[in-house]
């Protein structure tokens, strides 16, 4: 019975309009794209720049160990 009083609730809500998902925090992300696309643009290779990708770094077993060293030592 709650369940059905929850989806009632929530009938009229649209979850897939633009925006809705939206978080302050993606501004760095956007930005970051940005930063990326344009230097993809003018062929630009950034020399000894520590910053994360926006679509990430591949997936090897060193990259997984240290993943996994990092959530154990914040959880921990």
Known sequence: M???MRDQ???DVDIILPGVWAHES???YEELL???L???AMAISPLGEQRPKVGGGHL???SLMM???LVHVLLS
Do not use: F
Request: glycine content about 4%; charged content about 40%; proline content about 5%.
């Open 67 to 69: 993943w996994i060293t």
């Open 34 to 36: 940005w930063c990326e």
């Open 38 to 40: 344009e230097e993809e």
């Open 26 to 28: 993606d501004v760095h």
């Open 9 to 11: 609730d929530m009938a």
């Open 2 to 4: 709650e369940g059905a």
């Open 60 to 62: 090897t077993e060193p």
